[in-house]
C-alpha cells in the first residue's frame, strides 16, 4: 500500500490538502487556486498546485476507492465524444442508480472492442456482475454483453439513461475551464482522481432535508481529512 508523506514539503500538510480539495472540488484552474489561497496569505505558485494535485490526489483517491461501500447492481453506461489536440476521443463512463460514477475510460473507438474493455475492467474493480445494465441504443453494447455472457437485464428505453448523460455534465463544464483536454493520459489520470472526489461530495442536495445534507457535507469533509492524513 502506498503511504502518503509530507516529508520535504515546504508548505504544511493541510494547505496542500486544501489546494487538492479546492482543484478537486470545484470548477477551478491552478491558477485560481492560487488567488484563492493568496487571499488568505498563502503565497504559492500554480505550478505547485498542479504537482500536488498529480502527486496527492492520485494517493487521496486511491484510499477513498477503498472505503467507499459497494454500489448498487443497476448499472448505467454511456459514452460521449472528446476533442484532444483536434482527435476526436471517446469517454466511456458507468454510473449506479445512485448517480455514484463505478469507472471512466478514455478510448479512440466507440465499437465493440471498446466496450468489452470497459465491461472487463468494471467486472474486475467492482467484483460482481450487475443485475440490470441500462445503455442508449448503440448495438456494440449488446454484442459485448454476449461475448461476456453476462445475463443482466439490458435496457435501451427513451429517457432510461439519463443518469448516465446528466453525469457527464461536470466533466463537460471542466473541459470548458481547462480550454480543452491536452492527452489521453493526462485526461485518464484527472478523471480517475475528479470522479472519486465527485462521489464523496455528491450529496444531491434536491432530494434531502438542509439537516440531512449538512450530516452528509460535514461528514464527507470528515473523510476527507482521514484521506489525507500523513501514514
Known amino acids: 500500500m502506498n503511504q502518503i508523506s509530507y516529508k520535504r514539503h515546504r508548505f504544511p500538510a493541510e494547505i496542500i490538502q486544501q489546494a487538492v480539495w479546492l482543484y478537486c472540488r470545484f470548477t477551478l484552474s491552478f491558477r485560481d487556486v492560487e488567488a484563492l489561497l493568496a487571499e488568505r496569505g498563502i503565497d504559492i505558485s500554480y505550478e505547485s498546485v498542479r504537482y500536488w494535485v498529480l502527486k496527492f490526489g492520485a494517493a487521496y483517491a486511491r484510499k477513498m476507492r477503498r472505503r467507499r461501500p ?34 471512466i475510460l478514455v478510448q479512440a473507438r466507440r465499437n465493440k472492442k471498446a466496450a468489452l474493455k470497459l465491461m472487463r475492467k468494471l467486472l474486475k474493480k467492482q467484483g460482481f456482475a450487475p443485475s440490470t445494465v441500462t445503455t442508449d441504443k448503440l448495438r456494440t453494447y449488446g454484442a459485448a454483453f454476449r461475448d461476456l455472457g453476462l445475463t443482466a437485464h439490458h435496457e435501451t428505453g427513451q429517457y432510461k439513461n439519463n443518469r448516465a448523460e446528466n453525469s457527464h455534465q461536470p466533466v463537460r463544464r471542466r473541459e470548458r475551464k481547462m480550454q480543452g483536454f491536452k492527452s489521453p493520459g493526462s485526461v485518464q489520470r484527472f478523471l480517475a482522481i475528479h470522479s472519486v472526489v465527485y462521489n464523496l461530495f455528491n450529496t444531491q442536495r434536491h432530494l434531502i432535508s438542509r439537516k440531512t445534507n449538512r450530516q452528509f457535507r460535514d461528514e464527507a469533509h470528515a473523510q476527507w481529512r482521514n484521506v489525507a492524513l500523513a501514514t
Open 70 to 103: 459497494r454500489p448498487d447492481d443497476y448499472w448505467h453506461l454511456d459514452e460521449m465524444f472528446v476533442s484532444i489536440r483536434g482527435k476526436r476521443m471517446y469517454l466511456w463512463r458507468a454510473v449506479d442508480s445512485e448517480g455514484e460514477v463505478l469507472d
